[in-house]
């Protein structure tokens, strides 16, 4: 299972950018998908999930500004982010909750991709 995560780069301050995340391999069901950022020297923080329904969940950061969804195949999921600002500069990484070919379910990350927002 891979996740490939894309979309990232620099920006000026109350600019947008998409992140996009796509899962692959041998992968039966993907119940929620969702995005998190790390800056050096700080823990891993959530930013926005996703159900399987469609139900979302967002950091208070992340409410008003960012949007999360998933297309028809499941197995993608996207961040609109607008309004940005420079404290959201971070390495954002996508998260899958999946049920994989072995019938085991665990939790996958993808590689991240780097958000610069300049002021």
């Known amino acids: 299972v891979q996740l490939q995560a894309s979309g990232g780069g620099l920006v000026q301050a109350g600019g947008s950018l998409r992140l996009s995340c796509v899962a692959s391999g041998r992968i039966l069901s993907i119940y929620n998908m969702g995005w998190a950022r790390q800056v050096p020297g700080k823990d891993r923080e959530l930013v926005a999930r996703?159900?399987?329904?469609?139900?979302?969940n967002y950091a208070d950061f992340a409410k008003g500004r960012f949007t999360i969804s998933r297309d028809s195949s499941m197995k993608a999921v996207y961040l609109e982010m607008n309004n940005l600002k420079p404290e959201d500069t971070a390495v954002y990484y996508c998260?899958?909750?999946?049920?994989?070919?072995?019938?085991?379910?665990?939790?996958?990350w993808g590689q991240g991709t780097l958000v610069t927002v300049s002021s």
């Open positions: 996703i159900s399987g329904p469609g139900t979302t």
């Open positions: 998260n899958a909750d999946l049920l994989g070919s072995g019938y085991s379910r665990n939790n996958y």
